[in-house]
């Protein structure tokens, strides 16, 4: 979708909300160095004040806005919690497999629907 002065671009709009941005180089620029360009070059700009940080980046395949935390006592902002491994799926049903060999795997004829609680 293209930009209009009614819904203009993410960065664009971010500029708009939150002024000029410190500008740095993208993190990953050189992470594919050795395939051709791919229309627009990575783009990195970040702002700050004394309470967040607002990171975004860019490249041609899609863009990314991050807010953090930026407590008084950690100038760098708050540490990040450690990734967590995340499976492909439970026992017997993978992502990727077809609905039909699930159904059958489960010796099941039609897929229940998922009955769960939502608790606030």
């Known amino acids: 979708m293209k930009p209009t ?3 203009p671009a993410l960065a664009d709009r971010l500029r708009s ?3 000029a941005p410190e500008r740095a180089p993208a993190p990953w620029a050189g992470l594919w160095a050795d ?27 899609g863009s ?3 807010l953090r935390d930026r407590p008084l006592d950690q100038f760098a902002g708050a540490p990040l919690a450690p990734l967590a491994f995340v499976s492909q799926g439970v026992e017997g049903c993978e992502l990727g497999n077809r609905k039909l060999d699930v159904l059958k795997r489960f010796n099941a004829e039609k897929a229940e629907p998922a009955r769960t609680a939502v608790t606030c």
């Open 35 to 61: 395939l051709p360009a791919q229309g627009q070059p990575p783009l990195f700009q970040r702002w700050s004040d004394d309470q967040t940080f607002l990171t975004y980046q860019r490249d041609a395949t």
């Open 64 to 66: 990314e806005v991050v």
């Open 5 to 7: 002065p009614d819904n």
């Open 17 to 19: 909300e939150n002024g």
